[in-house]
């Protein structure tokens, strides 16, 4: 059964830095990720889910617009985990971080999610 597992969240003040993960335990390596697209949500309390960044099969990216030049996604398929870079870290980034797949036979997957929290 696919699962999908965030970490990297916590606590840090105005302009620093984080990086989250995403894996995938209980798939095969490689077999996953490399067909999945991928993606980066995030949902403060009182508001709506909304995207942060996205990753395809073969690479391409896109970003929100609040987190462009600041934030990157990359995937390494062999490990079945993709990352979120997050750089100059502001406190309109608090919020609850989820990783989503979307495979090609229309099954998607959501993980359980991680907090980062950016406070002075």
């Known amino acids: 059964q696919v699962r999908l597992v965030e970490s990297g969240g916590g606590l840090v003040q105005p302009g620093g830095s984080l990086r989250l993960s995403c894996a995938a335990p209980?798939?095969?390596?490689?077999?996953?990720?490399?067909?999945?697209?991928m993606g980066w949500f995030r949902q403060a309390p009182g508001k709506q889910r909304e995207l942060v960044a996205r990753?395809?099969?073969?690479?391409?990216?896109n970003y929100a617009d609040p987190v462009k030049g600041r934030f990157t996604i990359f995937r390494d398929n062999a490990k079945n985990t993709v990352y979120l870079q997050m750089r100059n870290l502001k406190p309109e980034d608090t919020a609850v971080y989820y990783c989503?797949?979307?495979?090609?036979?229309?099954?998607?997957?959501w993980g359980q999610g991680t907090q980062v929290t950016v406070s002075s």
């Open positions: 989503n797949a979307d495979q090609p036979s229309g099954q998607g997957y």
């Open positions: 209980g798939t095969a390596s490689g077999s996953f990720f490399s067909s999945s697209n």
């Open positions: 990753i395809s099969v073969v690479g391409r990216t």
